[in-house]
Structure formats: C-alpha cells, structure tokens
C-alpha cells in the first residue's frame, strides 16, 4: 500500500464494484479514462453476491424438485426426497465464485481498471478535483484524486426498527441463502419481490412458509388482478398469506421465533423456526464523508442526482441502487454508462424510464412494463384494458401451466399501447417483447396485425390485442 503522502491521479474513480460501478469504469477505459475502482467487500455488489444470481440459481433447484414432486403428465412416475441442503448451497457458491473470479476480477484487471481493495471516504482537497483516502483491512491507506467520481456504493436490506428483532437471529434474503438446511417453518416479513421469491423458494425446498405484508394485498406495486392471481397460484403451493398485517414484536422460544402481528385492531401471535425480513432496501453511504464534499443525502439515504446523475458536486456523480431509484441491475448498468457519457461527453443526456420492465422470478413469475390503469388514470391518461386468461393460450394449454392472464393498458382513440402486465410462465420474456412494442410506440391495431410464432408464449401478446377491450365499470 502507498502511504497517505504520495497521491495517485486517475480521471475517474469509482466507489463500488457492483452493476453501476462496473459498467461506468468499463465505459469510462472505453473512451481512453485512467479508472481506479475502490471495493471494500466482495467485487460484484448485490447482484452477484446476494442476490439475482444466487436466488434464480436456487430458485431454479426448487422448480426442479417441485417438478418431481409434481407430475403433470400421464405415465411419467417421478418423486422428490427431503433436500440436502449443504451441497445445494456449495454448488450455487462455487457458481458466484467463477463469476466474480472472471468477470469481475479478471476482467476488471484485462479492462486497464486498478481495483482498490479497501473502504473509500472523500477528504476535503480544497481543489477541484476531488480526493479519495482509501484505506485497506490492514489500515494501511492509499490518497487518490481523480477528475471525476462517480458513487455507486449500492443498497443493503433495510432492517425495521421492531421490538425484539435484534434479539433473534433473523435472517435477511443474503443470509437465508447461505443455510446449512431448510428450516421447517419460515415467517417472511414483506411480500413483495424479494419476499415473495424467498418465500416461493423455501416452500418449494420443503418449509412451511408465512408471508407478512404491511400493504392490503401482496406485489402492492402491481396491478391488482396480477397480485390477486399470483396469490392463488402461491396458496395452491401451500404460502400463506397474513396482508394488511403489521410485524409489531418479536421475540425468541426454544425452537425459534414467536412475532406478534397487528391486522387493524385484531393482534395474533405466529411462531416459526425462522424469519426472514425482506422489508426493502436503503442506500448504502455509510464512512463516505459526502458532508466533506457538500453531496447531499435524500429523506431515505440516497444520493440526490439531478437528471443526468450529477450530485451537489460537479465533479461527483452516483448511479445505480444508490440513487434511490429503480433498484434493477439494468438500469444501475445503464446509468453507470450514461453518468460517464455526462461526465466526459459533449452533451448531457438523461435516461428515459418509460418502458424499463420489471420481472418477479416466483412461479408463475409476474411481469409488467408501462402504466397499470391505476397509474394511467392517477396521471390523467385515459385509457382501455384487454385481459386474457392463459387458459386460452395454446402454449400455455399443452404445458399444462395455464395459471396466470395477461393485461393490456391502451390508449382509447389512437390505440397506443401504454402498459403489459403479466402473470405467468415465462412472463419476463414476453414483457421483454412488450418493451419492445413500447419502446417502439406499437398500437394495439399493430400488435394484432404482427406476425407470432403459434404455441409461444409471447404469442399471447397477439391475442389478446385481437381481443375487444374491457366494458368499463
């Protein structure tokens, strides 16, 4: 390590290896930049670490043994043991190992980036440029400058302030991935994205599962029918559902937890071996020193950017979870790029959020992009709906997986598709073409008109823009 009086210069340096970070260094060695990269963990951030990645791998194990508890087709015997969980989690391990390894350590290294292992905090330069201390787990530290930094520090779980839950071992969507075995009853506080995959996921590996939501119904963010059809897909696999309930205290027993819960004025008490707290995220900014550098912090933590992900600060920038935003890798990638297109380009430029997709990976997974007709009508855009149950789509019938519908949200005279939403089998690539119509301004007439392979999924699509809309109510 060098010592505190020799400083490095670079153009640009990144706090953070996650998604954003990655994505702007890589831009920035692009264009010809001198990138340093500061980590103080794992490189990768969340996505690699603790969460796509290791979720969909083990969510995709908990499909397979639900497939062989399961069949669905005649003459086709098939059976699942209790699972051993150990050598499930070693082998989802070993996959986040070879990842990090070449994309993210090798590559980075290939790239030209210097990656600083070690925790960053601005120091007052009394200079344009700003100034990082740098400093290693064996406290040796290293000063650098750059001409620009860009923040992309990420989010962590958000971990409510509720009686007794710091005396229970409490497990976070991280840390529940790591366990040596399934516990027999899990009590998930939170039921939206992330809950509801842990939840599906550890139902499917063979514990009695509980999901707590604040919201009066699950996926609150989504469209109602899309919520209401995914709990009575997640019920028939055993989930049960406690919504409009509020956590209000917790407290250990011998085999586990015991949590007091508050629906209106009814309180009930649920006991089970573990809880899982997957009450969202918050901005991670914690030993950054952004009040060195006059960078200002929203009401939730984050990182306040104007539209072109600029802070307070000229010269400072953030991206990604960080900023408070949609917290998808995409779009973390996405403004990692566009921040160093800002920070080193002629004309700034902001990034359109219109059609960015959403994807929850439970079975059948639920997918939307554009406005629900909630959302249309909140900012005063009329508009017209089409559903369609996937009973009546044929690839939907010869699977045997015709649970789900697909909704359409259009404009009423031109016909402009403003929104899709989905639950159901593949549900994330069909929203993937629906983005597509979207990003391309399709009409419903267009939709009906384009060609679609028979039996696909996307197919649905089609359909149901060949369908009359909904009589309003």
Known sequence: MHST??????????????????????????????????????????????????????????????SAQNSSFPGIPT?????????????????????????????????????????????????????????????????????????????EPLIPDIPGLGDVD??????????????????????????????????????????????PRIAPFEDPSLSAALQRALVEEGVEFLTGTTLTRVQPTGTGVLAELTADSDQREVSAEKILIATGRRPVTDGLNLAAVDVELGSRGEVVVDEHLRTAHPRIWAAGDVTGQRQFVYVAGAQ????????????????????????????????????????????????????????FVPRAMVNQRTSGLLKLVSEPAAGRILGVHMVGEEAGEVITAATYLLSAGFTVEQLAGTWAPFLTMAESLRITAQAPPAVRE
Do not use: W
């Not at 020799?6 to 290896?17: K, P, S, W």
């Not at 260094?25 to 996505?47: F, I, L, W, Y």
């Not at 989802?92 to 190992?97: E, I, P, V």
């Open 336 to 391: 990692g790029v566009a921040a160093v297109s800002n920070m080193f380009g002629d004309t700034p430029r902001a990034l359109d959020y219109t059609a960015v997709p959403r994807v929850t990976f439970t079975a059948p997974a639920i997918a939307s992009v554009g406005l629900t007709p909630r959302e249309a009508e909140a900012a005063g855009q009329p508009c017209e709906t089409r559903e369609l149950p996937l009973a």
């Open 170 to 215: 409490h497990l976070t969507s991280a840390s529940a991935m790591s366990l040596d075995r399934v516990p027999e009853s899990l009590l998930v506080i939170g039921g939206n994205a992330i809950g509801l995959e842990q939840a599906q996921l550890f139902a499917r590996l063979g514990a009695r599962t509980t999901v707590v939501e604040l919201a």
């Open 79 to 155: 059976s699942a043991g209790p699972v051993d969980l150990p050598p499930l989690v070693a082998a989802k391990d070993a996959l986040l190992r070879e990842r990090r390894e070449e994309d993210h350590v090798k590559g980075t290294e290939q790239a030209g980036i210097d990656l600083l292992r070690g925790t960053a905090s601005f120091s007052p330069s009394g200079q344009e440029r700003p100034a990082l201390i740098v400093t290693g787990q064996d406290g040796a530290q290293t000063r650098i400058s750059a001409e620009h930094v860009l923040i992309g520090t990420g989010a």
């Open 5 to 66: 009086s020799h400083i490095q210069n670079y153009d640009l340096a990144v706090i953070g290896a996650g998604s954003a970070a990655k994505a702007a260094a890589t831009e920035a060695r692009r264009r010809g930049k001198s990138v340093a990269m500061v980590e103080r963990a794992d490189p990768g951030g969340t996505c690699l670490n603790v969460g796509c990645i290791p979720s969909k791998s083990l969510l995709a194990a908990a499909e397979a043994r639900k």
